[in-house]
């Protein structure tokens, strides 16, 4: 017998299936399922289901006071099971966030900021004698299954007189730890972009990727994407979307599609400012923009589930497969019109939202807020 049969899901490329799931696994999927299970769910015409939504850059350690929010306040209640948080905390921290984070609901995994306390200031980067690279080294031995990469903001704001130091000491602790996926969060110079993407690997995570900041990846003077930014791209670092109350632009999204370069990945980079007053509210809403920049759907729901997943070793979610998480998302389109809003105040209409109406999390079924 099964916990959970999803019975008639669709996925939005018209696959229809029936879902066994049991011990907080997919364990059959089939055209019909002739079985029982303790509770059955049966999709209504209009319903999609993909693999659970993957927030991969989130601020969620309810005890800091710059970036915080609550894991399931930015999880399930908004459709997404999996949420990331991006370095709010360090290796001398970041013990009590894994404590809080097995409380919630929804799956919480962690970035360790190369800074010992995290962001519990602006500028947690000026201080290199904070980036100690034994102290990281320590709790990615003792959190394994809760940190999964290693975070560095490098603006100006951060690392006051230190250029790109910050980012050749995350770079050598990166190394030192089997290639750990970072994240590089990007704003204003110094350093410059092309100093940043310069140091920058194939697969490291170039966040806030289409802001719309004078160093960021379109030449305002002539409006084009730059140079170098092609080389990066195409050398494979993944360009993730990173919202922000400072960091998307529609027009440089708009422009970057045009020139051939899509974000890899779509996150929302919440906490509970922007998520209370805007302009990033959650994940969905994000995904709302890039489809009005011009991506399609079937492409933005893989941009919050198997690659976030790949990015980040996220190995048994991300996908509908047998033997994977039970970590789902139900959702629907519904015709309204909406005005969605950018970091910089710019515009644009929808008259297609996007509605997360049930998670399940490790075979466990959940309704959502909306």
């Given at each position: 017998m099964f916990d959970l049969i999803i019975r008639q899901a669709q996925t939005i490329d018209q696959q229809q299936m029936d879902i066994g799931i049991k011990d907080g696994k997919i364990q059959q999927i089939a055209p019909s399922i002739d079985a029982l299970a303790e509770n059955e769910i049966c999709l209504k015409e209009g319903e999609y289901l993909s693999a659970g939504w993957i927030d991969?850059?989130?601020?969620?350690?309810e005890k800091m006071t710059l970036y915080?929010?609550?894991?399931?306040?930015?999880?399930?209640?908004?459709?997404?099971?999996?949420?990331?948080?991006?370095?709010?905390?360090?290796?001398?921290n970041i013990h009590r966030f894994n404590d809080l984070a097995k409380e919630a609901q929804t799956n919480v995994f962690a970035l360790v900021n190369i800074s010992k306390w995290g962001?519990?200031?602006?500028d947690e980067l000026a201080d290199l004698s904070k980036i100690k690279a034994e102290l990281v080294t320590d709790v990615l031995k003792k959190y394994p299954d809760f940190i999964v990469g290693l975070k560095a903001r490098m603006?100006?704001?951060?690392?006051?007189?230190?250029?790109?130091?910050?980012?050749?000491?995350?770079?050598?602790?990166?190394r030192a730890n089997q290639g750990l996926p970072l994240m590089v969060h990007i704003g204003s110079a110094p350093p410059t972009l092309d100093e940043i993407l310069g140091r920058m690997e194939k697969h490291d995570v170039l966040t806030h990727c289409f802001n719309g900041k004078a160093n960021g990846i379109?030449?305002?003077?002539?409006?084009?994407?730059?140079?170098?930014?092609?080389?990066?791209?195409?050398?494979?670092?993944?360009?993730d979307i990173g919202h922000g109350t400072d960091s998307f632009n529609f027009d440089v999204a708009e422009k970057a599609l045009a020139a051939g370069i899509k974000a890899s990945s779509i996150s929302s980079?919440?906490?509970?400012?922007?998520?209370?007053?805007?302009?990033?509210?959650?994940?969905?809403t994000t995904m709302e923009k890039l489809a009005v920049v011009g991506y399609d759907w079937k492409e933005i729901i893989e941009k919050v589930t198997i690659a976030p997943a790949a990015q980040f070793g996220l190995t048994t979610k991300g996908k509908i497969a047998e033997g994977y998480d039970a970590d789902l998302t139900i959702f629907s389109f519904k015709a309204a019109d909406k005005v969605l809003t950018d970091s910089n105040g710019n515009t644009r209409n929808t008259s297609i939202q996007i509605i997360p109406s049930k998670v399940v999390i490790g075979g466990e079924l959940f309704e959502t807020d909306y």
């Open positions: 991969d850059h989130v601020h969620c350690f915080y929010d609550y894991p399931d306040e930015i999880g399930y209640k908004h459709g997404v099971t999996t949420v990331i948080d991006a370095g709010t905390t360090g290796a001398e962001i519990v200031e602006q603006s100006k704001t951060v690392i006051g007189d230190n250029g790109i130091t910050p980012l050749d000491l995350a770079k050598d602790i990166q379109l030449d305002q003077e002539n409006q084009s994407i730059k140079p170098f930014v092609f080389d990066a791209y195409h050398k494979g670092i993944a360009f980079d919440i906490y509970i400012r922007n998520r209370t007053n805007g302009p990033v509210y959650d994940l969905a």
